[in-house]
């Protein structure tokens, strides 16, 4: 059973930094492209991050660029969120996915390709 589990989340001033993991098993994580989605009460999932296998190349949503780092280690199958400079508008549920379709370049953004999904874990921005 693959499965995905994600930690880190908390509650952080604006202008703060916080750091999400996402732990995998089940599968084999080397080989899969990994990416966080977030979604906000009565809001619909959102692209935030993503990262490729080889050679690791990254992907992220206009809103976080500059701010948030996406980055993997494949020796601990985990892939982390490091958050910096975070705003209110940041709140939501973040959550980690591991992709199962084909041509990532083209389709990273796209929820409805990932296969795998964590349970979440909630990041709160207070203003």
């Known amino acids: 059973q693959v499965q995905l589990v994600e930690s880190g989340g908390g509650l952080v001033q604006a202008g703060g930094s916080l750091r999400l993991s996402c732990a995998a098993s089940?599968?084999?994580?080397?080989?899969?492209?990994m990416a966080w989605f977030r979604q906000a009460p009565g809001k619909e999932r959102e692209f935030v991050a993503g990262?490729?296998?080889?050679?690791?190349?990254?992907y992220y949503a206009d809103f976080v660029k500059g701010r948030f780092t996406i980055s993997r280690d494949n020796a601990k199958d985990t892939v982390y969120l490091q958050m910096n400079s975070l705003k209110p508008e940041d709140t939501a549920v973040y959550s980690c996915?591991?992709?199962?379709?084909?041509?990532?370049?083209?389709?990273?953004?796209?929820?409805?390709?990932?296969?795998?999904w964590g349970q979440g874990t909630q990041v709160t921005v207070s203003s």
């Open positions: 996915a591991a992709y199962s379709g084909t041509t990532y370049s083209a389709n990273y953004y796209n929820a409805g390709r990932y296969g795998y």
């Open positions: 990262i490729s296998w080889s050679p690791g190349n990254t």
């Open positions: 089940g599968l084999t994580f080397s080989t899969y492209p």
